[in-house]
């Protein structure tokens, strides 16, 4: 089975749970937990972020990219609805 195909099947499963149903939704301590137990896993050595300072804060800079555009297209959507309704 291709790589395609196979991420699709997956992500149906996923998709079949309302989002308000699924475990880390309700549980944020859950998905904390998890989140250390993962990293926990991987030895210090082999962390890209602990190795690579500047790959961390490309990283940090993208997500604050993407958090800035998602701020700009809703704004850019209420002022478009406000001169609509105007």
Request: proline share 2%; no cysteine; charged share 25%.
């Amino acid at each position: 089975m291709d790589q395609a195909k196979q991420r699709d099947i997956a992500s149906k499963g996923g998709q079949s749970v309302p989002a308000a149903k699924r475990s880390f939704a309700q549980d944020p301590a859950l998905a904390a937990e998890a989140g250390r137990k993962g990293g926990q896993s991987v030895q210090a050595e082999s962390r890209s972020f602990s190795r690579n300072r500047e790959l961390a804060a490309q990283a940090g800079r993208k997500g604050g990219q993407a958090t800035q555009g998602n701020r700009s297209q809703a704004a850019a959507k209420r002022t478009s609805a406000e001169t609509t309704q105007e």
